[in-house]
């Protein structure tokens, strides 16, 4: 018989900057989940990927000097490195810039556009010139750029737009039909009451601002944007609308797909109503989960005075963060997260008691049964409290699961933990040991192994390399299925177990958070402004600045911040690019005298060549050029 298929995503991840401890949150509960369903029976596929288009990745790229594509590839290889670190189980990592995928997604845009869902009309929003942002009215913060805090204009602008308003009613019905389809409950209310019942609007799909997307295939001037382009990942990765079509066949509708709480929307409102128009079937379920918040902040999705989670990866190992993550921040809320609250939880659990009862547990069978797991005499009632315990925790853990609850599932598991180590005490071994009554000796070692075998087989969905090395310890195979978990006394004849190492080392909290002290603010000053080193003269002479006159000027295509300018210098004329549109334009620059640095190597910027730099007087926020205090030839030599 085929086993029942489970098909669970994350959202793919911005590449546009490095990913912090939070983002690995939504990675790391798939992958318990994920792990959890492969080991209950099911053929699960796990995805995730990058979200590698759109503006603020070109503008990024534009900034570093990179194109686009090695801007992406960079942080690509960035993100796998971290899932690596951290274990991450997926099937399959979807990047947008996957050929297939922007194939796909221009088939998506055609059919929608023959469906009469894709409409072309004019796009009315307050833009930010210097963010090159549109923004609706209530996005605005106090009337002005939330992003920036600047002045916006009412523009508008030719676009796609997806219609949305039509699905308004047939999504409140299938709400209706399917009360679990937007997870935690409470969210469920939130999409109704803030965004449906006001009226849906029709979306804007494209953008003819910049040109890092996927082209329209029928308007190639336009380029998708963001929700379609993003959202489709879910099925373009399991071949929709392609030749190999086997895995969307079998794998869709998703059974799960988990967002962070801020993406809710985009997951129960547009993507529903995309499929509608496709003439797909939903989705099963979307949870969103809440934020790792850190310190005091409310909301820092780009906090960058936390260690990265490479590097605290590193340092305590993989299940460490894992743990941490699954156990310590309530599902469906908010947590904070502290360097200490890590260094402690995994102390407390992870040392203290599961380290604690592996490291115990082997050493008494190493020291009073030469290492070979004895076989049990008759169980007294402690004994059977323990049996049931085990034998009640993979129905109790799975009932956790299904309500996609990990912390919850944790605390079963460490019952068992905890519930062993306490036996311990109770039984006293070595009092045993000393009375010679190696009868019963014999039958609590047997029960430990069991209760660590219980333990270590429903670890392995979430930290993984430590319950493997739990089986290592105590001699067995690590299972692939729960299958030996029907039955207290499956551990057979002749096990031999192995102490060697602790599993976790106790950490010095005090001594580590003044290292991640450290760790945190040499990160901070790696991101700031490196320190301005002296130079000799000798360096200075290398730079050649000379007056210039500039002879035309207008703005570069698609580019607000922009200006190419015909500059003479001397006998010479050349050409210059410079980013100074937002401050001065094209008609005040002509038949001005400027300074430019002559001897810069030339370079293409937004594809035109540029040779020289024109010197400016910048502040941040506003800018100016330098110009002669008196009229001047041009080509002269400034010194
Ligand atoms: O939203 N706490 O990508 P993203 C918990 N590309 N989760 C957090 C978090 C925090 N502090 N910060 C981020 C995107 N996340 C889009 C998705 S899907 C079609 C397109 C989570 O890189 C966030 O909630 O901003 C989301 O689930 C994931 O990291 C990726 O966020």
């Known amino acids: 018989m085929s086993k029942p298929t489970y098909y669970i995503t994350t959202p793919i991840y911005y590449s546009s900057g490095k990913l912090h401890i939070g983002h690995c949150y939504t990675t790391v509960i798939c992958d318990a989940i994920a792990r959890f369903k492969r080991m209950d029976g099911y053929d699960v596929f796990y995805l995730t990927g990058t979200d590698e288009h759109g503006q603020k990745v070109q503008q990024k790229a534009e900034t570093a000097g990179v194109t686009p594509k090695q801007y992406v590839d960079d942080l690509h290889q960035q993100i796998t490195k971290l899932w690596k670190a951290l274990n991450i189980s997926y099937d399959k990592f979807i990047r947008t810039t996957d050929d297939y995928h922007e194939k796909t997604v221009q088939k998506v845009y055609e059919k929608l556009l023959a469906s009469g869902d894709l409409y072309k009309s004019t796009y009315e929003g307050w833009y930010c010139t210097p963010c090159e942002s549109f923004w609706t009215e209530s996005q605005l913060a106090d009337g002005k750029c939330p992003d920036c805090g600047r002045e916006v204009k009412l523009q508008k602008e030719e676009s796609y737009f997806f219609r949305l308003s039509k699905y308004q009613d047939r999504l409140i019905e299938f709400y209706k039909e399917n009360p679990d389809f937007i997870s935690p409950r409470s969210r469920m209310n939130e999409m109704i009451n803030n965004f449906i019942k006001p009226g849906l609007k029709d979306l804007c799909v494209s953008r003819t601002t910049f040109d890092w997307g996927v082209k329209l295939p029928f308007d190639p001037k336009h380029v998708a944007y963001v929700w379609i382009d993003a959202l489709t990942n879910y099925i373009t990765a399991l071949g929709y609308l392609q030749e190999d079509h086997a895995l969307f066949d079998k794998f869709w509708p998703a059974d799960l797909h988990m967002v962070g709480k801020e993406i809710v929307r985009f997951h129960t409102i547009i993507w529903p109503a995309l499929l509608m128009a496709l003439d797909l079937p939903l989705p099963k379920k979307v949870y969103g989960h809440g934020w790792v918040l850190f310190g005091n902040d409310k909301m820092s999705k780009s906090k960058g005075n936390v260690v990265d989670p490479l590097v605290l990866a590193d340092r305590y190992g993989a299940d460490a963060i894992r743990y941490y993550l699954l156990r310590e921040i309530p599902f469906g809320s908010d947590g904070t997260y502290t360097d200490e609250s890590l260094l402690l939880r995994t102390n407390a659990d992870l040392v203290n008691d599961l380290g604690n009862l592996v490291s115990r547990t082997t050493a008494m069978i190493t020291q009073y049964f030469g290492g070979t797991v004895p076989q049990p005499n008759e169980y007294t009632d402690l004994d059977r409290e323990l049996i049931a315990i085990c034998e009640g925790a993979l129905p109790q853990v799975r009932k956790d699961m299904d309500a996609l609850s990990a912390p919850d599932a944790l ?213 100016v050029f330098v110009t002669p205090e008196k009229e001047t030839d041009s080509g002269k030599e400034v010194r």
Request: aromatic fraction near 6%; charge should be neutral.
């Open 411 to 623: 605390c079963d598991v460490f019952r068992i933990i905890q519930r062993a180590n306490k036996y311990i005490d109770e039984t006293m071994p070595w009092a045993l040991n000393k009375n010679g009554d190696k009868q019963r000796l014999a039958t609590v070692m047997y029960v430990l192994t069991e209760c660590i075998r219980f333990a270590a087989t429903l670890l392995l969905p979430f930290i993984p390399a430590t319950a493997a090395r739990i089986f290592d310890k105590i001699g067995m195979p690590q299972p692939t299925d729960f299958g030996a978990l029907d039955r207290f006394g499956a551990t057979g004849e002749g096990v031999t177990v192995h102490k060697g190492d602790n599993l976790f080392d106790r950490i010095d909290v005090e001594k580590e958070l003044k290292e991640l002290n450290k760790l945190a603010a040499a990160q901070q000053a790696e991101k700031a402004e490196p320190e301005t080193p002296q130079i000799s003269i000798e360096d200075f002479a290398k730079v050649k600045l000379a007056t210039a006159k500039v002879l035309s000027c207008e703005k570069v295509a698609k580019s607000d911040k922009l200006l190419v300018m015909k500059l003479q210098v001397g006998d010479e004329v050349r050409q210059v690019v410079s980013g100074i549109a937002q401050y001065y334009s094209p008609e005040y620059m002509i038949g001005k005298t400027v300074v430019i640095v002559s001897n810069l190597k030339p370079a293409k910027i937004r594809g035109v060549d540029s040779n020289g730099m024109i010197l400016c007087a910048a502040d941040g926020k506003n800018v």
